[in-house]
């Protein structure tokens, strides 16, 4: 296994191992820690498996993945700020340090999910297999497209008792409005990759989703610095972790709509794609 992997593995366990001592930085800053030993030992899996990863073979990609992580995750952050689901507790008191944070943590949250399916099999590198014609919009893909979009707009706009309920079609609705959109502009899509038959492909993404989310609720429950949920409505009292159960239905959708917005985004700092094509079942 390469260097990056043994260097993950060995704070995933020296950090885990310490953490009945509550060493003070280390347990507050322990969620970004633990997210940055994973997706180092992640990389390195997948590229002992596929002689490709991430890390290895697009290293100015990777980095681009954990810039734009920080924005694109501030985005559901502003929902957040209009829906109340979560808020956080123990972040340091300086603002500069708590920026830092910040920073650092959401910088995760992309990278980890594509590495998860990367290791589930999705392929090594954040690209799938795409055709390059765009996908034609079939009135059914226009319907889900405009309720994608009142799905995106319409919760921050209902009364204050309603919205902590919403948040659930906002994690549908970026799934719903840009996968079509993607896939319409020749951009890698899930839509794309169901109709080439690489349902596999779509699967592991799903499952990557509820990998990470069980990660993230499990790492989040040990740290000091953690967010905790204040505004899950459905059965609030019956959790796993700090996560109520019913919230974990989320993760599946987030992961696709992580995927979606990346391949949004990435043509705007010019990456390209290599010409590749799907495989097909069987394969």
Known sequence: ??????LGAFVLLVNQALLPWQIGPLARWFTPVMWTAYILLADAWVLRRDGRSLLH???????????????????????NARLRNWAYFGVPESPWVAAVAYAWAFATIWPALFETAALLGA?????????????????GLRLAMTVGLAFVTVPPLLPAAVRPWTFGFVWLGFVLLLDPLNA???????????????????????????????LWEFWNYWALAKWRYVGIPVFPSVRLFEMPLAGYLGFPPFALEVFA??????PLVGLSDPEVRHRKPGD
């Not at 296994?1 to 043994?6: I, K, L, P, S």
């Not at 090594?124 to 079939?138: G, V, W």
């Not at 794309?192 to 509820?210: M, Y």
Request: aromatic residues 12%; positive net charge; charged residues 15%.
């Open 1 to 6: 296994m390469a260097w990056h992997g043994w």
């Open 57 to 79: 073979d697009r290293p100015r990609e990777a980095a681009l993945m954990a810039t734009v992580s920080i924005p694109l995750w501030l985005l559901f952050e502003g929902y």
């Open 184 to 214: 319409h502009a020749g951009r890698p899509s899930f839509l794309v990759a169901w109709r080439a038959g690489d349902r596999p492909f779509v699967r592991r993404w799903l499952v990557a989703g509820i990998v990470c989310g069980v």
């Open 123 to 139: 392929g090594p590198l954040p690209t799938p297999p795409t055709p390059r014609e765009p996908a034609p919009l079939s009135l």
């Open 261 to 266: 917005l990346y391949h949004l985004v990435r």
